[in-house]
């Protein structure tokens, strides 16, 4: 088996779900200069939600083909997920507004925490398997192998940034959120409600970690209160190597850790003759986390920051 | 006499416990040019944020249209028909100029006399429209005040506020500026100008207020502030 392209698409599917939650991250920092670290604990939610839900429809009896199922679950999932996004912004950001920026970063670990705790005993502490809804399709990819869950992420994926980057750019909505986030005072002189443009961007995020999160448990088999910790470090990660407050930066830094991840993990073995094996693999992210704060700060795309007129 | 359209009575505002409008009144008839002079730190900005909304007054009354203003939140102005060109010009950089336009006419939803009224814009500042799909960002100073000023237009004020529009601009520049403002006044348009460039601001407006460390210290007409030793020995260089 080929190796390198069985670890492409590894890499692919994995780097759709960083590209997803680290544009949660990147689009609440470019409209308040907050990063949210509460974000990875929304993706958690997201993917907990889910597993319940089609548990609960699954143990009434209901009889619907897995992927029936499965989108039932992201039906309910996302509008949770964009309910805690939102009350996030309420209740711990926007309280601190015009605080000193170290107020809101601590809340903000503070929150994720309060949100992990309140998890664990709702769900409990230990993995929660995702239900065996779906068949196990494997396909032959020149000589490489892809699941249709595989194939199905990637594809909802270009599906949902293709629409984010419509909404952003092409709209009225989109439009008002990129004024905001260059200069929200002169937005607010202009008539955009500036907290109403806040919410919607913590919703939107949300609603695409919702997203993550079950791509996440449906590929990986599994789903766990702790798992937004490592996730989110992760795609936040994604974020700052694609220049953070960048969108289109969060999607190539997505894809592109998720690339130098499982390429690592597939060689790290070869590499080291055998010493250390693809259970390093987490190891990549930090390595690419602190290589990137200490040569390019910016992140790939980003600008250096000079342009507030 | 009419209605004013503006009138502000004993206003104070205050930053902590720095005192920086002290008690003013001033009024603004409709269809009129009221210039707003005065030296560096005199209170002009304060005062005109304060009736945008942007800063909150301590004391006095704004009314606009004959209402008390003091209950609308920010982004509400523009939809009662006061918008302000801010110092500085606050356009929106990595908007492109279009965009920026479209934005003033973010409370309005009538789509096709939107387009319309970008292509009126384009007409005052045909600069513009030869850039309208470039970043706001990369335009010249005085190419970027006409954004501000065409963003601003677009939402059909009926009192518009210019804060310093002449602002580090070149003296070719300012006088096109000065010709749009007299334009748009000619349109029916009412005004309240700030400006340091006291003289070019007293002979283009029909009144003037003079605003010294927080406080009026002259009302009269644009004519007549201009025939006034004081006021030319201290403001216009005379
Ligand atoms: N945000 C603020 N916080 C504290 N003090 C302020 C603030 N903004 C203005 N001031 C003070 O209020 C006073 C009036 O300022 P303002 O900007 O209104 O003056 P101005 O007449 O517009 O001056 P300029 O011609 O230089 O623009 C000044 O003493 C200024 O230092
Ligand atoms: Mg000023």
Known sequence: MDIFLQQLINGLTIGSIYALIALGYTMVYGIMQLINFAHGEVVMIGAMVTITFIN???????????????????????????????????????????????????????????????????????????????????????????????????????????????????????????????????????????????????????????????????????????????????AFTAAVLGGIGNLAGAVVGGFLLGFIESMGSGYLGTWTDGAFGSNYKDIFAFIVLIAVLVFRPSGLLGERVADRA | ??????????????????????????????????????????????????????????????????????????????????????????????????????????????????????????????????RHKQLAGTLSGGEQQMVAIGRAMMSRPKLLLLDEPSMGLAPIIVQKIFEIIRMIAAEGVTMLLVEQNAKLALQTANRGYVMESGKITLADSAENLLANEAIQKAYLGE
Do not use: C
């Not at chain 1, 502490?125 to 249709?148: K, M, Y």
């Not at chain 1, 599906?159 to 419509?166: R, T, Y």
């Not at chain 2, 336009?101 to 600069?127: C, H, S, T, W």
């Open chain 1, 56 to 234: 609960l429809l699954v143990g009434m009896g209901v009889h619907l083909p897995g992927p029936l199922l499965l989108l039932a679950g992201l039906m309910m999932a996302i509008p949770v997920s964009m309910l805690v996004g939102y009350a996030i912004e309420r209740v711990a950001y926007r309280p601190l507004r015009r605080a000193p920026r170290l107020a809101p970063l601590i809340t903000a670990i503070g929150l994720s925490i309060v949100l992990q705790q309140l998890a664990s005993l709702i769900w409990g502490r230990s993995f929660r398997p995702f239900p065996a809804i779906l068949e196990t399709n494997v396909h032959d990819f020149f000589g490489a192998s892809i699941t249709s869950l595989q194939i199905a992420s990637m594809l909802i994926t270009i599906a949902l940034l293709a629409g984010l980057f419509f909404l952003v750019e092409r709209t009225k909505l989109g439009r008002a959120m990129r004024a905001t986030s260059q200069n929200p005072d002169v937005a607010g002189l202009m008539g955009v409600n500036i907290n109403t443009i806040i919410s919607t961007t913590f919703m939107i995020g949300s609603a695409l970690g919702a997203v993550a999160g079950v791509m996440v448990a449906a590929n990986y088999d599994q789903a766990h209160p702790y798992m937004g910790a490592l996730i989110g470090l992760k």
């Open chain 2, 1 to 130: 006499m009419s209605q004013a359209l503006l009138q502000i009575k004993n206003l104070k505002v205050a930053y902590g416990g720095i005192h920086a409008v002290k008690g003013i009144d001033l009024e603004i008839q409709p269809g009129e040019l009221v210039a707003l002079i005065g030296a560096n730190g005199a209170g002009k900005s304060t005062t005109l944020k304060t009736l945008v909304g942007m800063v909150k007054p301590a004391e006095g009354e704004i009314l606009f249209k004959g209402a008390a203003t003091n209950k609308l939140p920010v982004y509400d102005y523009v939809r009662e028909g006061m918008v302000l060109v801010p110092e500085g010009r606050g356009i929106f950089s990595r908007l492109t100029v279009e965009e920026n336009l479209q934005m003033g006419a973010y409370v309005r939803n009538d789509k096709a006399e939107i387009a319309a009224d970008i292509e009126r814009v384009f007409g005052l500042f045909p600069r513009l429209k030869e």
